[in-house]
């Protein structure tokens, strides 16, 4: 089964009590549920992972870029202005979706602006957690038929 790497950026830990209102109740460890049953559903096996450390980000995304994994990824607030994350995605070697929670177009200014939408396939954004099934979905069609 090929395996898809669900990373999380800052602050995700803290789904359920996070700004409620923007980012809903439901936990992390609810989200990876979602996200492993939808895999499921795909013939498709998720390592999900959330750091609040960059340079840990930066070793997964190393990490999928070697064993060729793709990647689901919300960046969370290195969305807005890690150059460094960018980089490393741009070494990827397999499909790349970017994902959001909310809809950073549809708030503050800063986060307007995605250092890492260039580099991925796209990006599904302001569906809450249908966000990740609809980015798993597009991982799914990207890859190439097992046979
Ligand atoms: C977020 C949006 C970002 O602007 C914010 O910094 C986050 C979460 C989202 O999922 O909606 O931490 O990526």
């Not at 980012?23 to 096996?45: M, V």
Request: glycine share 8%; hydrophobic share 45%; charged share 20%.
């Amino acid at each position: 089964m090929r395996t898809v790497f669900v990373l999380n950026g800052p602050n995700l830990s803290r789904l359920g009590s996070r700004e409620p209102d923007v980012y809903g109740t439901a936990s992390l460890d609810e989200l990876q549920r979602a996200c492993a049953a939808t895999a499921a559903e795909l013939g498709l096996l998720v390592d999900f992972r959330q750091t609040d450390d960059e340079a840990e980000l930066l070793a997964w995304v190393h990490e999928a870029a070697d064993r060729r994994v793709p990647i689901v990824l919300n960046p969370a607030a290195f969305t807005h202005y890690s150059y460094g994350l960018r980089d490393a995605l741009a070494m990827r070697t397999a499909p790349l979706v970017e994902v959001h929670l909310s809809n950073p177009a549809a708030r503050e200014a800063f986060r307007h602006t995605s250092v890492v939408a260039g580099v991925a396939d796209g990006t599904v954004a302001g569906f809450g957690f249908d966000s990740y099934r609809l980015a798993l979905r597009a991982i799914a069609g990207l890859l190439p038929a097992e046979g």
